[in-house]
């Protein structure tokens, strides 16, 4: 038979149609180098949108809008409920003014939350104030204000409402490039717009929804870098093949593989990180996680190739690259995110450095030992954050859901709209869908094992997504910390309990009542979870209920 090549077999896609086997997947040395080789080893057979049928490229965007769509309803309607600032948004929404005003943060004046609540927010001090968290997320709410005025609620909650059904459209599309699955991707969407706390985050203004979106629009870029970054690997070592006598490389150029040029889309994730990181600090657990996870996805890209020297030759031109690409992209974009207090003369710490000469560090500019010495005083600050608070929340107690937080919660009397009975409630609480995050959570061991048993890089990068925003939180045991921070990695979550919805739909080579017991289950639990988040949404929107609704709702003693 002579020499051959046997390559890797690419793990089975949870709910896609799987093509027969062919036999043995093997190729001869002059076959194993063609670029349509490497392709199929490296990317499988992954085709462009534009190869699909019409009818079924329709799908490919009407349920990713179908979704976006669903989610919007839900954000936007009764937006402006609460007429008042609720929870934290008295220190984002008040910053946001100050942004719109004059670029930094001001102090306020006394009561100054029923001056805003009543649509008078020009009571603005000339004092700067000083406040431990990056920019972004204030000028995005900033936008909404721009937008549609700063004396009404709808125009403080746009931007969290917008970003929020932003980020479905986005995880349906990252569900249906992870999954190939078109069921799957809607799942994923619709369980992501209906779950009461991404809901929550989203109707308030709030730093970390903006947070998720961004963390969220890194991973999506990431994974287009990957399989961009293997379609050229494929090419350029399928050209070095075609023009060498034996169809195959030389053996010194698959000792370490060549360069792949400029990625693009991992430049553009640098970009999101810098704008996530320059939202929340707890970005740059993402950078790392993220930045290690598209390097050993390329190392594996030059294994499976047949580069002998896959791991340095992947450290060398792919890792060293991935770091200059990301890390200080991220730098000078959140760098960038403090123009308006680079612009002005008044803002907390602005002139700190004329005060406080240096012969250290004398050469940097004042501007920047100014902006280091903020930064150094706002870390102090977190590092010592431990106050106690009635809705703190280990971290050990987020997916089960121990200590949601209370954004807001009244007893309306008798006789206001919607309160016909002696005692009633309004409430907003952040707390989420329960078959959604308990089954999630229960979908990470899944997980855990197809990674490490299975070797799925899917489920690999799921894992990566949740452990870069929760396993970190650990080591900070003795500071306050609330479960809405769980908003960072909830998509990967849900991309986790979706991984096991498709394991659970099973493949179309499975006999038929297989297939179709596998879509009822699957069908029955999404269903499930729309009436489930039915029944709880009074309790995320503000709704006015009786008081025994409220009560039904509280499945926890923690709850309330």
């Known amino acids: 038979m002579g020499l051959v090549t046997q390559t890797s077999m690419r793990p089975a896609e949870a709910g896609q149609t799987i093509p027969p086997a062919r036999g043995p997947w093997i190729a001869r040395p002059a076959e194993a180098f063609s670029a349509t080789a490497l392709r199929e080893r490296l990317i499988g057979s992954t085709r462009s949108w534009r190869e699909y049928p019409p009818s079924l490229r329709l799908w490919f965007w009407l349920v990713p809008a179908l979704t976006s769509v669903i989610g919007g309803v839900l954000r936007f309607v009764r937006l402006d409920t609460p007429h008042s600032l609720v929870f934290d948004e008295t220190y984002y929404v008040k910053d946001a003014y100050s942004y719109v005003v004059s670029g930094y943060e001001r102090g306020w004046p006394d009561k100054a939350n029923d001056s805003f609540n009543a649509g008078n927010p020009a009571i603005l001090l000339d004092t700067p104030e000083y406040v431990v968290h990056p920019p972004v997320g204030k000028w995005m709410i900033a936008g909404g204000m721009w937008l549609f005025g700063s004396d009404n609620p709808f125009g403080w909650r746009f931007a969290a409402a917008l970003t929020g059904t932003l980020s479905i459209l986005l995880l349906t599309l990252i569900a249906l490039k992870l999954f190939r699955s078109v069921p799957l991707a809607a799942a994923a969407g619709l369980l992501l717009a209906v779950d009461g706390h991404h809901l929550v985050m989203s109707r308030t203004s709030l730093l970390d929804i903006f947070l998720m979106f961004w963390l969220l629009a890194a991973f999506g870029a990431l994974l287009l870098d990957r399989d961009d970054g293997r379609r050229r690997l494929a090419a350029r070592l399928g050209r070095l093949a075609a023009a060498s006598r034996n169809a195959r490389p030389a053996a010194s150029q698959l000792l370490a593989g060549p360069w792949l040029g400029i990625r693009w889309w991992r430049l553009a994730a640098g970009v999101c990180m810098g704008l996530a990181i320059g939202t929340k600090w707890s970005g740059l657990f993402f950078l790392a996680g993220f930045g290690m996870l598209t390097v050993l996805w390329d190392l594996n890209a030059r294994r499976v190739a047949g580069i002998r020297g896959w791991v340095s030759g992947g450290i060398i031109k792919d890792g060293l690259p991935a770091f200059a690409s990301m890390v200080p992209v991220a730098a000078v974009v959140y760098t960038a995110t403090w123009t308006g207090w680079f612009r002005s003369e008044g803002a907390y710490f602005r002139r700190w450095a004329q005060s406080n000469p240096s012969a250290e560090w004398g050469w940097l500019p004042d501007s920047l030992r100014s902006l280091a010495h903020y930064h150094l005083e706002a870390y102090k600050f977190h590092q010592g954050l431990g106050s106690e608070h009635p809705y703190e929340a280990s971290a050990w107690s987020w997916l089960v859901m121990g200590r949601p937080t209370s954004f807001f919660y009244q007893k309306p009397e008798q006789g206001v709209p919607g309160c016909d009975v002696p005692n009633c409630a309004s409430a907003i609480l952040s707390v989420g869908n329960p078959m959604i995050w308990w089954g999630a959570a229960i979908s990470l061991v899944v997980l855990l094992f197809w990674w490490a048993g299975r070797r799925d890089w899917r489920a690999g990068a799921i894992l990566a997504g949740v452990g870069a925003g929760y396993l970190p939180w650990f080591m900070y045991p003795e500071r306050t910390m609330f479960y809405f921070y ?30 179709r017991s596998g879509v009822y289950l699957v069908a029955l639990f999404v269903a499930g979870a729309v009436l489930l988040s039915a029944f709880f949404y009074p309790v995320w929107t503000a709704e006015t209920i009786p008081y025994q609704e409220w009560r039904y709702r509280m ?4 709850w309330i």
């Not at 309990?497 to 006999?511: I, M």
């Open 555 to 558: 499945w926890m003693p923690s």
């Open 486 to 515: 769980a908003v960072s990695f909830e998509p990967f979550l849900v991309l986790a309990l979706v991984y096991c919805l498709g394991l659970v739909l099973g493949r179309d080579t499975d006999p038929l009542w297989r297939r």
